[in-house]
């Protein structure tokens, strides 16, 4: 009996951070902050604009649903012809194993990128985590593909700064 509390307490408590998680939106951020460290205009690790990045504790929840929404659309449209999500399941509970924290109402490819930006390294092979690399990056590596994809958001992110928020 006394050697199951360990577990049951760990697992009780990991219900209750999910459900403070899902039940008030929180910060996109990945831990890997570029615009609080080296002050540029959008943060390299979750894509938020600096001014959203240094407002967000002030922002309302439809303010931080839209800024989610905005990286959400994004991240899915470059994602999207990189990978496979092969299993959406073993993609989430690979991601509990590792306590990454998603936010569950934002694409499985949203979710993916910010896994393999933080924990790629933790892993061996995609098919682990429920995922493969579509045919015509199948001679690439992951941190190759990775690269590729966080260029083309960043391109995507300076373009939508420069249209609607630079006069």
Not at 57 to 77: C, G, H, P, W
Request: aromatic share 14%; with cysteine; net charge positive.
């Amino acid at each position: 009996m006394f050697n199951i509390l360990p577990s049951l307490l760990q697992f009780i408590c990991h219900k209750a951070l999910q459900f403070v998680y899902m039940n008030q939106i929180k910060t996109p951020c990945i831990g890997i902050c570029s615009t609080t460290s080296f002050g540029d205009k959008i943060c390299r690790g979750c894509k938020r604009f600096n001014f959203e990045v240094i407002n967000w504790n002030s922002y309302s929840e439809q303010e931080k649903l839209a800024v989610f929404s905005r990286i959400d659309l994004l991240t899915e449209q470059i994602l999207r012809n990189k990978f496979r999500i092969v299993s959406v399941s073993k993609l989430q509970e690979v991601m509990h194993d590792f306590r990454f924290f998603y936010h569950p109402d934002l694409s499985s490819y949203c979710w993916l990128h910010g896994f393999l930006q933080k924990k790629a390294y933790k892993i061996k092979t995609l098919n682990e985590i429920g995922v493969e690399l579509m045919p015509e990056f199948s001679n690439s590596s992951v941190d190759e593909v990775m690269q590729r994809i966080n260029d083309e958001l960043q391109l995507l992110s300076e373009a939508h700064f420069q249209r609607y928020f630079q006069r």
